[in-house]
């Protein structure tokens, strides 16, 4: 009979390198929602995608990652979490050499769709078999926050690899860089990291398959508005994918293990939290897109220049990223969060006075201001989650933290990624320069990768024309893109001052219940 005042077992050396093995590939996963950030240009103009499949590519990969991440988790009880993580490594790394050399559009979004599948097959194993490698809590506690500081600095440092791989390779580079990690997890799991499974999990896919279908409904419906479509099949779109959303919303509530449990947005620190979390990241996300695509259509950097112009910025994120938790131990975590939202809204606005001849330092130090507005709500959502909800819903509380991420990237991308594109192909129009003949013109009006192309092949004076018309439409929709941004970071601001204003700092928390315990 086992002592309950035992302390629990140490790791050792071998527990830490399994660390490894699952905080390198959790980088990379993330890594992989921004890496094509700066590929965008590349890739449109080798594939010659239309303005709405580029915006597919760059985010189908976090919806489908979103969507199935829950699901996925489940079934990593049920067949193993080591046994699923390596199985999608090794999707994973398949799939990649598949995407770097496809040629068609079309084909690229499938790519995409099924690396965010994959995706979803291993971020819960990682998070999952960290509690499994380490029992001691403080132990537990380091691996946790090393995991976390890994998924920052991927989602952070994406751009900067992808402008070091597009320099030297191309952008096929983007994809062949996850073969070698995930043979890294496919060989070194079995050995570092054990095995765990519950039999007794049950796997709901078609609640999984009602969530992802209901997110991509929308999605397409406001595309399909951005790009000027009938507005009768897009309001279809729009209708059946919240029908879809009720539905899931429905089934959620009737089940007795649901997969996703909505009861917890009950809870006003859990539905807040999150609702800051999305907001903060489809703002950010929307606005990050543009701008890599500014810094090289516009300011004519190369991938590289792009790449270490955005380095700053995401040093000051990791930085504010290590400092909220301690900000938070001696001010509210909501006035925290808030305060960082509001940065990011000043720096919105720098970003809509910004147009084709501002000097690169102001560009830089816009983007200085805006990016680690997102850090405290990213560094402190999941605490904040998982602390608020009884300790046999910590891992449901978990998985909504991370899709929160993901989704919120995402729809940025779409939504705002959308705002940008509607606003340049109005603006375009009125502007193109005559003598332009019909192909150029339709190439111009899709997308500034479709006039840069045109620009190319026509004589000097036209195509100087052509460029500087598609500069100042692009950096247009960039500055109407960086409004809409500013009003999302002020809304979830707001919801953080007030619905988080009831949570004491983490200090005065702990040290409440200290006294508790000790009187």
Do not use: C
């Not at 090794?90 to 769709?113: G, N």
Request: proline letters at 5%; glycine letters at 10%.
């Amino acid at each position: 009979m086992s002592d309950a005042s035992t302390p629990a077992p140490k790791a050792g050396a071998k527990q830490w390198w399994g660390l490894a093995i699952l905080v390198i590939p959790s980088t990379l996963l993330f890594m992989m929602l921004t890496i094509l950030f700066l590929a965008a240009p590349n890739l449109a103009a080798d594939l010659n995608p239309t303005s709405t499949q580029l915006l597919w590519i760059l985010d189908i990969y976090g919806f489908v990652m979103a969507g199935f991440l829950v699901a996925m988790g489940v079934l990593g009880d049920r067949v193993g979490k080591r046994l699923l993580m390596v199985i999608g490594a090794i999707l994973f790394a398949a799939v990649s050499v598949a995407a770097s050399l496809t040629t068609i559009p079309e084909l690229m979004i499938v790519w995409r769709a099924v690396l965010g599948l994959a995706a979803a097959m291993m971020v819960p194993a990682t998070i999952g078999l960290i509690f499994v490698l380490f029992a001691d809590a403080k132990q537990r506690g380091v691996a946790i926050g090393v995991w976390a500081g890994g998924i920052s600095a991927g989602v952070a440092l994406g751009p900067l690899l992808s402008g070091l791989l597009l320099e030297s390779f191309g952008w096929q580079a983007t994809f062949l860089v996850a073969v070698p990690i995930m043979a890294l997890v496919a060989i070194g799991a079995p050995i570092l990291v054990p095995e765990h499974r519950d039999p007794s999990a049950k796997i709901d896919l078609f609640s999984a398959l009602l969530l992802v279908g209901g997110l991509l409904a929308i999605i397409y419906g406001i595309k399909r508005f951005a790009a000027q479509e009938p507005a009768l099949p897009s309001i279809g779109l729009l209708l059946g994918g919240a029908l879809i959303g009720l539905w899931f919303v429905i089934r959620q509530l009737r089940a007795e293990k649901p997969l996703l449990d909505v009861r917890l947005f009950a809870n006003r620190t859990v539905s807040g939290a999150l609702a800051v979390f999305l907001l903060s990241a489809a703002a950010l996300g929307g606005v990050y897109s543009l701008f890599t695509q500014y810094l090289q259509h516009v300011q004519g950097l190369s991938p590289l220049q792009a790449g270490l112009a955005i380095l700053p910025a995401a040093a000051v994120l990791i930085v504010v990223s290590t400092l909220s938790p301690v900000l938070a131990r001696r001010f509210r975590p909501g006035n925290v969060i808030a305060i960082g939202l509001l940065t990011q809204v000043v720096g919105y606005i720098l970003f809509a006075q910004l147009d084709a001849g501002t000097g690169l330092a102001l560009v830089i130090a816009s983007f200085v201001i805006t990016y680690p507005g997102v850090a405290p709500s990213m560094a402190l959502t999941t605490d904040l989650v998982v602390s608020s909800v009884p300790p046999e819903k910590t891992g449901g509380a978990s998985g909504l933290a991370t899709t929160a991420n993901d989704l919120g990237i995402s729809l940025g991308v779409a939504v705002i990624g959308s705002v940008g594109i509607a606003t340049y192909r109005g603006r375009i129009d009125g502007n193109l320069p005559e003598g332009l003949s019909p192909e150029a013109t339709a190439a111009a009006s899709d997308s500034i990768d479709g006039a840069l192309a045109a620009a190319a092949n026509l004589p000097g004076a036209l195509g100087e024309q052509l460029v500087s018309a598609a500069q100042a439409a692009f950096t247009g929709g960039m500055n109407m893109a960086a409004v809409a941004a500013a009003v999302i970071a002020g809304v979830a601001a707001i919801i953080a001052a007030t619905r988080l204003r009831h949570i004491r700092p983490t200090g005065e928390a702990q040290q409440f219940t200290e006294e508790v315990h000790t009187n």
